[in-house]
């Protein structure tokens, strides 16, 4: 914020210089009363210059210094609409901080409700990789925006045990969230990591960072994201996210730099980024995008 005062300051500060010396330039040429030059001895005055010609000077000399003035205004002012769109359009993290906020929809890529055409065909293929990969998935009722809800009756994903805090389950989710957790499986397992333990996967609610709710729907909302409450690993051990991530545990730390580095998932909230909202688990997201597969069928 300081730096960006500062630049406005400085931009502003540089078309005041331009301007001056545009004026004083008209001042000197074009203006026989004020002229610093054109003094004539002989006759005891200055030189008029005030002909048609100069004339002509006068006035170009006066729009080029509006028009500077206005570029230079303007240019000064277009990083901060630049930086008040950008804003709006995502979920981003701030390169200084490290800390997050919330912006846009939240929606995934080519995202609409009802589901497309297109997300329905992305979650049929979706269902046929969970076949593949043998998960004993069962599909389930549709609640809130999950576009194809499923269950995991055994709670197997990858080679990882998925276990609820509270309640029972199965949990509902969607099929992309399943995916995506099969596939990051056997790295959470080289990582150590036999068990997880949520709170919660589905539930409607908006975006909360920072303390604040924002005017979005939560990606909870569409069966896309998880909140992790803790992990065991292969000795018994369970590493607590509130007890145990800010004394630095170097699983909880692998498992954060491991999900953020993987394009499975969208966003990893962590006591890190968010220590307001996300003090005590840590929330991910899958990272799904229906966007192309609109693209091939309006092209075909």
């Not at 078309?15 to 330039?25: E, F, G, P, Q, T």
């Not at 002909?51 to 000399?61: E, G, N, P, V």
């Not at 912006?103 to 979650?123: C, D, I, K, L, V």
Request: proline letters at 4%; aromatic letters at 6%.
């Amino acid at each position: 914020m300081v730096e960006g005062h500062t630049a406005a300051a400085g931009d502003a500060g540089a078309s005041a210089d331009i301007v001056a010396k545009l004026k004083l330039r008209m001042i000197d040429h074009c203006l026989p009363l004020w002229s610093t030059e054109g003094w004539d001895g002989k006759t005891g005055g200055f030189i008029d210059r005030l002909d048609a010609d100069m004339l002509r000077s006068w006035i170009t000399l006066g729009l080029i210094a509006g028009l500077v003035a206005g570029v230079m205004a303007s240019a000064a002012a277009s990083p901060s609409r630049e930086k008040s769109a950008a804003a709006k359009r995502t979920t981003q993290r701030t390169s200084k901080t490290g800390l997050v906020r919330a912006n846009g929809n939240n929606m995934p890529r080519g995202f609409t409700w009802p589901p497309s055409r297109a997300m329905a065909t992305a979650e049929a293929a979706c269902t046929r990789a969970l076949d593949a990969g043998r998960v004993a998935w069962k599909p389930a009722h549709r609640e809130g925006r999950i576009a194809a809800a499923v269950t995991i009756d055994d709670g197997m994903l990858g080679g990882i045990a998925y276990t609820p805090v509270f309640g029972k389950g199965p949990y509902k989710l969607d099929c992309q969230l399943a995916k995506a957790l099969h596939a990051i499986g056997p790295d959470l397992y080289a990582a150590g990591v036999r068990e997880v333990r949520f709170g919660s996967i589905y539930r409607w609610s908006n975006v909360r960072v920072g303390g604040k709710t924002k005017n979005a729907l939560s990606r909870h909302a569409l069966g896309l994201a998880m909140d992790v409450v803790s992990f065991v690993d292969d000795s018994g051990r369970e590493a607590k996210v509130e007890r145990d991530y800010n004394s630095g545990d170097p699983m909880l730390h692998a498992i954060e730099h491991l999900l953020d580095g993987s394009s499975l998932f969208r966003l990893v909230l962590t006591p890190s980024n968010d220590p307001i909202s996300h003090h005590d688990h840590f929330h991910i997201e899958a990272n799904p995008s229906y966007a192309t597969a609109t693209r091939r069928r309006r092209s075909s």
